[in-house]
């Protein structure tokens, strides 16, 4: 797993910054995906959306279980978390590194501010 792989998550949904102020529109989004992207020379990957009342959990690990076992990289990010913001993400089923995450999300930061 890599920076670039937990990055493509974390600039979803910062909630481990309760002091930052949440800004919804996205007009930042475009301009940090440019800058992330040209930083880490990445394209874009394939993204299965899920939305609903109910069941997205469940129903997006079993989307990611079945593209795992067909030998597809899968990254899952699901909100809300449980104990931590990392708790939400996995990378090919697999929790997303403690260190890797935090460096990953001063990277982000960095860039967003």
């Not at 992207?37 to 959306?49: D, G, L, M, T």
């Amino acid at each position: 797993m890599n920076k670039c792989e937990v990055m493509m998550f974390k600039f979803h949904y910062n909630i481990e910054r309760l002091n930052m102020v949440l800004n919804l529109s996205l007009g930042r989004i475009g301009p940090l995906l440019a800058q992330l992207a040209s930083i880490q020379r990445i394209s874009w990957p394939k993204v299965v959306h899920i939305a609903g009342t109910n069941g997205k959990g469940s129903t997006s690990a079993y989307v990611s279980h079945i593209l795992v076992s067909s030998r597809v990289k899968t990254g899952r990010f699901n909100s809300p978390h449980l104990v931590e913001a990392r708790d939400s993400i996995q990378i090919d089923n697999c929790p997303v590194d403690k260190v890797c995450y935090e460096l990953a999300t001063r990277e982000v930061e960095d860039i967003n501010d």
